[in-house]
C-alpha cells in the first residue's frame, strides 16, 4: 500500500476519533453543568473510560501508518507497549463494570433533582433528560 494511502486512512480514522471525542466532550459538560437538556446513558460512561486506550491505540496506528515500523517515534511506543496496554485496559475494564452503577446512580440523581426522561427511540439510545417535558419536542 502506497504511504500515501496509509496517511489518508490514519487521517481519516483521527477526524472518526475527534467527533467521537467531541460528542462525548458535550454529553459530559451537560451532565457537569446540570444544563436543561442532559443526554446520559451506560453507553457514555464505558467510552469516556475507554477514551486512554482508543487514543493509544489510534496514535499507535497513525504512526505505524504513517512513518512505518522503522520510525523512531514508533520504536519508543513499541518499547513502552506493555505497561501503556496494561494500565489502559485495567482503566476500559473498571469502566466497563462500573458504567452500569454509575448509569443507575446518575440516573436516581437527576430523577431527584427534578428531571424528568424524555420517550427513547430505541432501547440503545440514550436516556435525554429535560427539566421541562416541552423540551422533548426539540
Known amino acids: 500500500m502506497p504511504r500515501w494511502v496509509k496517511a489518508i486512512v490514519s487521517g481519516l480514522f483521527f477526524i472518526m476519533f475527534l467527533a467521537l471525542g467531541m460528542l462525548m466532550y458535550s454529553y459530559m459538560i451537560s451532565l457537569l ?12 460512561i464505558i467510552l469516556i473510560f475507554s477514551f486512554p486506550f482508543m487514543l493509544y491505540t489510534l496514535f499507535g496506528m497513525t504512526i505505524e501508518l504513517s512513518f512505518g515500523d522503522d520510525s523512531i517515534i514508533y520504536k519508543a511506543i513499541a518499547k513502552h507497549k506493555k505497561i501503556i ?15 452500569f452503577p454509575v ?4 440516573n436516581i440523581y437527576l430523577l431527584d433533582k427534578g428531571y424528568e426522561t424524555c420517550d427513547k427511540i430505541s432501547w440503545m439510545s440514550p436516556t435525554t433528560y429535560v427539566k421541562e417535558l416541552s423540551l422533548c419536542d426539540k
Open 103 to 106: 448509569s443507575f446512580a446518575v
Open 33 to 44: 453543568k446540570m444544563m436543561d437538556e442532559i443526554i446520559f446513558s451506560a453507553q457514555i
Open 85 to 99: 496496554m496494561k494500565y489502559t485496559s485495567y482503566i476500559f475494564f473498571i469502566g466497563l463494570i462500573g458504567s
